[in-house]
């Protein structure tokens, strides 16, 4: 019955995926690397520079940088950011094609630097890249550590240009940018990633800004060579962006890999939190990257037991050399136990660290913004082809199968430009998808009439990452969700409300509520809904919709609600299973199964939370 009554709920709001608050759906990746990053030209993309990157998210045919074929999106992108390192910006790229040539340099060190490049050129050309830079700096961490200790270290000294390389990389690319911007078509925006990993913590954050080439000039791109703590990220672009106009967010990515670190209830440095830090970080953090292809960050079994679907994508991995250290899951490594953190400190502090909304990207390192199951081209380079997935890793550690294909970022904005999509995140109003273009909608208010659609409750309450609070209302607040499947995906399976709360002796729960779901299936008496079947043919990686839904809706109130209790919502929609890439690859080489990673999966789609403020 509920699943009936879900479904009309739905067709009196599935309009609202057009004119909702006048905002449209935008799609794309704030999270792709070309070959002006240090890791991607080492392992195999020298080619794929920024103008690839935007032309194929735009949908042109582009040159594959390791395999050399004729490569193009399935579905253009609505939007892209090209976020190479800060560290090293640039500088394998020209140190490679132009050499390491100091003018002014004496004999003796100018056939040092000529036969320092014949070493790169040599290494990088036989795929030997970043074992040659980890043996050169063997302490470093991984590839960007390298990068970032060559160049404050040894760059300086070998390669007096290392700042004036960096400098004409960010300039090509604003000039690259603004070519390939066309406001209301395509949004070409400009940022860069912040990679520090303290003892192999990966703290990244990604930098996006609505900078245009004229504006971007008048800044650097704010690496961890000049400091490896968030807060002092957070204090430049604050003076920036007072001195420029620019707006700018930074986006956590991989809290999966940080070590406890990325939602940790203390900073950094070791100090407790202070009400002006957790607003510093509320402000300059609106967003975080829940779902990439380095793995799903949203929870795991071991923090939500009661949910049967949380074990999707893992990632036990650490960026780092020595994989005898074993991965050792946090409650501050993933996105539900920190929004529920989050509501712990607000209640100590009077303000919310953790009060951020979510989106997926890539983190691709081709130029190729690629998140499509059967159109998936690896996180390097050489993962384009399907042989060299089990392979070219450290013993133990990931392959381009254990890799995930995914994600996207949506975004309910004014207008695609830069301007409106950076206001978008900054008031989060913006989803994640592990790769699906699944059409996800979330309205909340007090008050409504039962028969109120997703427009009266944006109207009367928020949407998706917004604030409520009771202010007098009786009775529990009303979620008002719609889903409808991406027509080259598969159909839904269901959808979810995650609900966190806080009690008054200050300890925070969660709970999963499936509110609509596809098919004849009844809950049980735990409440849960069965499985959908799983049609996907393992032979052949064909599957059929015949158990899901094309759409999928829900007004729904909590029956948990108690007005004295913060908490948050939001909603997970989950697609019926298909082959993953991995199963794909094995179908193709003629294996019963991929070496590594399940032969199906269910994509699935984020909201933003909406919280709920006594």
């Given at each position: 019955m509920l699943k009936r009554v879900a479904i009309f709920f739905f067709m009196l709001v599935v309009g609202a995926f057009v004119v909702a608050d006048e905002r449209k759906l935008l799609w794309g990746d704030t999270h792709l690397h070309t070959s002006y990053s240090f890791d991607a030209f080492l392992n195999g993309n020298q080619s794929a520079d920024p103008d690839v990157a935007y032309r194929y998210a735009r949908?042109?045919?582009?040159?594959?940088?390791?395999?050399?074929?004729?490569?193009?999106?399935?579905?253009?992108?609505?939007?892209?950011?090209?976020?190479d390192h800060a560290e090293f910006y640039g500088g394998i790229r020209d140190i490679y094609n132009d050499g390491i040539n100091?003018?002014?340099?004496?004999?003796?060190?100018?056939?040092?630097?000529?036969?320092?490049?014949?070493?790169?050129?040599?290494a990088i050309d036989e795929g030997e890249g970043p074992a040659y830079f980890a043996d050169q700096l063997p302490k470093a961490e991984d590839p960007?550590?390298?990068?970032?200790?060559?160049?404050?270290?040894?760059?300086?000294?070998?390669?007096?240009?290392?700042?004036?390389?960096?400098s004409n990389a960010w300039a090509r690319l604003g000039k690259i940018a603004d070519s390939h911007n066309a406001p209301g078509t395509f949004t070409a925006l400009l940022g860069w990633e912040w990679s520090t990993i303290p003892g192999g913590a990966n703290l990244h954050r990604v930098v996006v800004s609505d900078a245009d080439a004229e504006t971007a000039s008048e800044f650097m791109p704010f690496s961890s060579v000049t400091s490896p703590y968030p807060e002092d990220l957070w204090a430049w672009l604050e003076s920036t962006s007072a001195e420029t106009g620019v707006n700018f967010v930074a986006i956590p990515h991989n809290s999966n890999i940080s070590k406890g670190q990325m939602f940790a209830d203390q900073t950094l440095r070791g100090e407790a939190f202070t009400a002006e830090y957790a607003e510093t970080r509320a402000r300059w953090e609106p967003v975080v990257e829940v779902t990439q292809i380095k793995g799903d960050s949203e929870t795991l079994p071991e923090f939500s037991p009661d949910d049967p679907f949380a074990d999707f994508e893992l990632y036990p991995w650490y960026i780092?050399?020595?994989?005898?250290?074993?991965?050792?899951?946090?409650?501050?490594?993933?996105?539900?136990?920190?929004?529920?953190?989050?509501?712990?400190?607000?209640?100590?502090?009077?303000?919310?660290?953790?009060?951020?909304?979510?989106?997926?990207?890539?983190?691709?390192?081709?130029?190729?913004?690629?998140?499509?199951?059967?159109?998936?081209?690896?996180?390097?380079?050489?993962?384009?082809?399907?042989?060299?997935?089990?392979g070219r890793t450290i013993a133990g550690g990931p392959t381009g199968w254990t890799m995930q294909a995914g994600g996207l970022a949506a975004v309910w904005a004014d207008e695609n430009d830069r301007g409106a999509i950076v206001e978008a995140f900054k008031r989060r109003e913006v989803?994640?998808?592990?790769?699906?273009?699944?059409?996800?909608?979330?309205?909340?208010?007090?008050?409504?009439?039962?028969?109120?659609?997703?427009?009266?409750?944006?109207?009367?309450?928020?949407?998706?990452?917004?604030?409520?609070?009771?202010?007098?209302?009786?009775?529990?607040?009303?979620?008002?969700?719609?889903?409808?499947?991406?027509?080259?995906?598969?159909?839904?399976?269901?959808?979810?409300?995650?609900?966190?709360?806080?009690?008054?002796?200050?300890?925070?729960?969660?709970a999963v509520f499936d509110v609509a779901w596809s098919g004849d299936r009844a809950p049980g008496a735990d409440g849960k809904v069965p499985p959908v079947p799983?049609?996907?043919?393992?032979?052949?990686?064909?599957w059929t919709d015949e158990h899901g839904a094309a759409e999928l809706g829900a007004r729904w109130q909590d029956p948990q609600f108690d007005p004295t209790q913060a908490a948050f919502y939001y909603v997970r929609v989950l697609e019926i299973p298909t082959p993953r890439h991995s199963h794909l690859d094995a179908i193709a080489l003629g294996l019963e199964a991929a070496a590594e990673g399940p032969p199906t999966i269910q994509e699935r789609a984020y909201s933003s939370p909406v919280w709920y403020t006594p």
């Open positions: 949908g042109l045919p582009v040159i594959h940088p390791y395999n050399r074929t004729r490569v193009q999106i399935g579905t253009p992108l609505d939007f892209l950011v090209v976020t100091d003018p002014d340099a004496g004999l003796i060190d100018g056939l040092l630097q000529w036969y320092g490049t014949r070493q790169i050129r040599q960007v550590d390298a990068a970032s200790r060559w160049s404050d270290d040894t760059g300086g000294r070998l390669v007096p240009g290392v700042e004036l390389s960096a780092q050399q020595d994989r005898a250290v074993a991965y050792e899951p946090k409650p501050g490594d993933y996105i539900r136990p920190a929004l529920r953190t989050g509501l712990a400190l607000e209640a100590e502090l009077g303000v919310n660290p953790f009060r951020f909304g979510v989106i997926g990207s890539t983190d691709s390192h081709t130029g190729l913004s690629s998140a499509e199951e059967p159109n998936f081209w690896g996180k390097m380079a050489y993962d384009s082809i399907p042989e060299n997935k089990s989803y994640a998808t592990t790769g699906s273009r699944i059409a996800l909608r979330l309205a909340a208010g007090f008050g409504l009439p039962d028969d109120a659609d997703v427009d009266a409750a944006l109207e009367a309450g928020v949407p998706m990452g917004g604030i409520l609070s009771a202010d007098g209302q009786d009775g529990a607040p009303m979620l008002i969700v719609s889903a409808s499947r991406d027509p080259q995906s598969a159909a839904l399976d269901r959808v979810q409300v995650v609900k966190g709360w806080v009690d008054s002796k200050g300890q925070t729960h969660e799983n049609t996907v043919d393992l032979k052949t990686g064909h």
